[in-house]
């Protein structure tokens, strides 16, 4: 209590100055933030970050050989759970298991609406590039994939946005060949490889 009262006090009544007075010698942050800032290159800065964006590939970028000839193939997207994922109540308690360890589902009946079409290529065949620009190029609802090749050069020849090729989506769809083009058939997914003569 003794030491509420002293507190108050002491910042009530000015005590006065004591011990010795110094100007502040350093710049002001913000003052020194600003002058270092006028000394950088913008420009140069700016033309390392676009060249940084137009040269990026995923770590994981995956590889597809051309193919030899024409085939199509079903892709069955059945999953087995590795855990069991728990049933959780209106106030966030678990009080059970809702799908256990070894549950499979095909996460392909769940979906509202059939995800667009993807079309796999080799952004750097001449070849596979026109292919697929005469039949996919600027067309709405199509996803366009590339395995290789500048994808800010592809994207302006195709007339809308090209995506890199990971490796997990060759994984999860068993791609083999460009071009791949990848389509919700029924409970699965179906994929019709073209060889460009």
């Given at each position: 209590m003794?030491s509420?009262?002293?507190?108050t006090l002491l910042?009530v009544?000015p005590?006065?100055?004591?011990?010795n007075?110094y100007?502040?010698?350093?710049?002001?942050?913000?003052q020194?933030?600003e002058?270092r800032?006028?000394?950088?290159d913008t420009s140069?800065?700016?033309?390392?970050?676009?060249?940084?964006?137009?040269n990026y590939?995923p770590?994981?970028?995956?590889?597809?050989e051309?193919?030899?000839k024409?085939y199509s193939?079903?892709v069955e997207?059945?999953?087995?759970?590795?855990?069991?994922?728990p049933r959780?109540?209106?106030?966030g308690?678990i009080v059970?298991?809702?799908?256990p360890k070894?549950?499979a589902y095909?996460?392909?009946?769940f979906l509202?609406?059939?995800?667009?079409p993807?079309v796999?290529?080799?952004?750097?065949?001449g070849?596979?590039v026109?292919?697929?620009?005469y039949?996919?190029?600027n067309?709405p609802?199509?996803?366009?994939?590339?395995?290789?090749g500048d994808?800010?050069?592809v994207?302006k020849?195709?007339?809308?946005?090209?995506?890199?090729?990971?490796?997990?989506?060759?994984?999860?769809?068993?791609?083999?060949?460009?071009?791949s083009v990848?389509?919700?058939?029924?409970?699965n997914?179906?994929v019709d490889?073209y060889?460009?003569?």
């Amino acid at each position: 209590m003794l030491s509420i009262v002293l507190a108050t006090l002491l910042s009530v009544v000015p005590l006065g100055t004591y011990g010795n007075l110094y100007d502040i010698k350093e710049k002001d942050a913000f003052q020194e933030i600003e002058e270092r800032a006028k000394d950088i290159d913008t420009s140069k800065i700016e033309l390392e970050l676009r060249e940084k964006f137009k040269n990026y590939r995923p770590r994981d970028m995956a590889k597809l050989e051309p193919a030899r000839k024409s085939y199509s193939y079903p892709v069955e997207m059945r999953h087995v759970l590795d855990y069991d994922i728990p049933r959780v109540d209106g106030e966030g308690k678990i009080v059970g298991v809702l799908y256990p360890k070894g549950h499979a589902y095909n996460p392909v009946e769940f979906l509202p609406a059939d995800p667009p079409p993807m079309v796999v290529f080799d952004g750097q065949s001449g070849k596979e590039v026109s292919w697929v620009k005469y039949y996919y190029g600027n067309k709405p609802g199509f996803m366009l994939v590339m395995t290789q090749g500048d994808w800010v050069e592809v994207s302006k020849e195709m007339g809308q946005q090209v995506y890199y090729l990971k490796q997990v989506i060759v994984d999860k769809l068993n791609l083999k060949n460009t071009v791949s083009v990848v389509y919700r058939k029924g409970k699965n997914m179906q994929v019709d490889v073209y060889a460009i003569k």
